[in-house]
């Protein structure tokens, strides 16, 4: 697959480099493309890409010695007792060729896992005297990152130029990858997808063969991703495995911290804790409604954060057995069952992430704009809303519904004035539907946005 987007990323690392002996940091989730950023970034620079292995701290020097022996001769000729005289004899050849960098070492948790003092040996070389390249270091683990660079009492906190997650790629970018007859399949994919490179990567050679998909890398059990999220959670650092029935039941439709606690046997007093670290790992994400205070839990609601994930425990997890021994019909007809549901969430999701950017190159929303980030709203109750967002300056409501079957009828009435600071602003009402065609009875003063505005809205080209 051909790299796309990311010029953001690329921007802000460009940034770091060009400061004397620039230090940057990146983390984000496995499969979210740090590698390739980095790799295809260390190309375009002249730069110097090493990966940390999983080993004892003198093999770990070993394997990087050879790598910065392809710019540096003669760099692995010698053992290095210690990561302090590793990084000295990197700055003297750095120094005598004047080298500016960048220096890249990917999955910097691996070595702070080996030997916790990587992390000050490295603080204080980037903090000593002399000439140094420009240093990038990224993880995956984020729970090490916090405790070697991330937390305000972590040895290397507050020394990067540049630091920030890399998150998935833009769901409009689906149209770079995947050749489709209508935006309307971009949803579906995104449904299976979302937004992770590697699961785009595995996925195009099928381009919207959405059976012949899902069916030879998930529901099969000799697929690639079949056991995908065990594979994630084996590989953290320390394991994850133990959070696997928190993602089980959030999967299967338990969103409440009361039924999460009870489908687990557990009380709810001992979740925070487990439910914080999923979300910061990118799995789980904790919604509030519009207008509540995020720092209140009294009505959150956690959901799985990636597509992917929502599928593979939706279908995948209840159904392993069986899918062992079914033939590919069988397998398909499991996920034919949930597909509608998955992409109905997957397109009101898309339509909250698109708001923000509705009023931006003639957008349908381009002389209303620009908007907050957009929530759903529920309350005992009160009518549900899909899609609410405040304007920036705040005079007016974005209320809108997200519908997805077929035919789209005219959005519901109901009053907005029980919407947390919309009394008396003026209400913009919104459908979002997957084809403009398809609407029937639309309402005065409802503004239509289907899915090919909202895939463009979601390239993010502006």
């Known amino acids: 697959m051909d790299f ?16 004397p002996g620039g230090f940057a940091v990146i983390w984000g989730r496995r499969r979210v493309g740090k590698s390739r950023l980095l790799i295809e970034w260390s190309k375009r620079n002249e730069g110097l890409y090493t990966v940390a292995d999983q080993s004892a701290p003198a093999v770990q020097r070993r394997y990087l010695a050879a790598a910065v022996a392809k710019r540096f001769p003669g760099f692995a000729d010698v053992e290095y007792p210690d990561w302090r005289a590793f990084f000295a004899r990197l700055a003297a050849e750095a120094a005598r060729t004047k080298w500016q960098g960048p220096f890249i070492l990917d999955e910097l948790p691996y070595l702070v896992a080996a030997d916790p003092t990587v992390a000050s040996v490295l603080q204080n070389w980037l903090d000593g005297p002399g000439h140094r ?14 405790s070697a660079i991330l937390d305000a009492d972590a040895p290397l906190y507050g020394r990067a130029a540049e630091s920030f997650a890399v998150r998935p790629l833009r769901p409009g970018h689906l149209g770079d990858v995947f050749a489709v007859s209508a935006p309307r399949e ?10 992770m490179p590697r699961y785009w990567e595995l996925a195009e050679p099928f381009g919207t063969d959405f059976d012949s998909a899902v069916d030879s890398l998930v529901l099969d059990p000799s697929g ?5 999220p065990d594979r994630l959670l084996l590989e953290e650092t320390p394991s994850a495995v133990a959070l696997r029935p928190f993602l089980d039941v959030i999967g299967s439709g338990a969103h409440r911290v ?23 790992m990118n799995l789980v994400i904790r919604e509030v409604p519009f207008g509540s205070d995020t720092r209140s839990g009294k009505r959150s609601l956690y959901r799985i954060a990636d597509p992917f994930f929502r599928l593979w425990f939706r279908v995948v997890a209840p159904h392993r057995a069986a899918l062992a021994e ?16 998955l992409e109905s969430a997957a397109w009101e999701e898309l339509c909250r992430m698109a708001v923000p950017f509705l009023h931006l190159n003639g957008g349908p929303l381009g002389r209303l704009g620009p908007w907050e980030p957009a929530q759903r709203y529920w309350h005992g ?29 005219n959005p519901q009435r109901g ?18 539907v997957p084809c403009a065609d398809t609407v029937s009875g639309t309402a005065e003063n409802t503004y239509i946005v289907d899915a090919g505005a909202v895939m463009t809205a979601l390239r993010g080209d502006s």
């Open 4 to 19: 796309i987007d990311r010029l953001e990323e690329m921007r802000r690392l460009d940034n770091a480099l060009r400061r």
């Open 133 to 146: 390249p420009c240093v990038v270091v990224s993880g995956s683990v984020l729970r090490m990152m916090r």
């Open 186 to 195: 971009l949803v579906s994919l995104y449904a299976l997808w979302g937004g």
């Open 224 to 228: 690639p991703l079949h056991n995908e």
């Open 258 to 280: 009361s039924e999460i606690g009870a489908r687990l046997g557990r009380p709810a007093s001992s979740l925070p804790r487990p439910l914080s670290t999923l979300a910061e």
């Open 326 to 341: 079914a033939p590919r019909e069988t397998r398909l007809g499991y996920w034919h069952r949930y597909r509608a549901g």
């Open 381 to 409: 109750n009160d009518p549900e809303f899909d899609v609410v967002a405040r304007s920036v300056d705040g005079v007016k409501t974005l209320v809108g519904e997200a519908k997805w079957g077929k035919r789209a009828a």
């Open 415 to 432: 009053s907005t004035d029980i919407l947390p600071g919309a009394a008396g602003s003026k209400v913009v009402r919104v459908l979002f």
